[in-house]
């Protein structure tokens, strides 16, 4: 069970931030604040109130998402969510740029699924995705998606 959020309080980068809070978010943990909120930066802030990632944190489908793909640092993690959708985040632990993919047999989709992907820091969706999913990240870096399938 993870403990308070370590969100705006020192010693980690603010992708490192990011990616805390996704993996929370993703474990339907407690979105427990751990730092000093009268003294919370303008970053912090955004990173903890951003609706779409608490969004799937509070999702009534309330399954965990765990951790189903790892090469070395690099990492995918994932969960079901209402309404047939799943989180995805792809994470790279490592301390250099890597490339991340989840393949859809990664996550549980069928091979001819086609999604819309949502990125949920970028605000941003890609359409008719296919087969796989993958971002180029920088070190300790996160991306965080809801895939939802098409039907066509």
């Given amino acids: ?27 339907k943990a407690p979105l427990l604040v751990g730092c000093d909120i009268q003294a919370m930066d303008n970053t912090t802030y955004e990173l903890i109130t951003n609706s779409e990632v608490i969004a799937v944190n509070q999702d009534k489908l309330g399954v965990q998402g765990k951790k189903v793909k790892s090469n070395n640092d690099l990492e995918v993690w994932a969960g079901p969510l209402s309404k047939n959708k799943l989180a995805v985040v792809l994470w790279n632990r490592s301390s250099s740029n890597a490339t991340v993919t989840a393949s859809w047999s990664d996550i549980g989709l069928e091979p001819n699924t086609i999604v819309d992907a949502r990125d949920l820091w970028e605000h941003s969706t890609q359409s008719l995705v296919s087969g796989e999913i993958s971002a180029e990240l920088d070190s300790h870096a996160c991306k965080m998606y809801v895939l939802t399938p098409k039907k066509i």
Avoid: C, K, Q
Avoid at 16 to 21: K, L, P
């Fill in 1 to 27: 069970d993870p403990d308070m959020l370590e969100v705006g309080n020192g010693g980690m980068t603010t992708e490192e931030y990011r990616a805390h809070f996704s993996i929370w978010a993703l474990a």
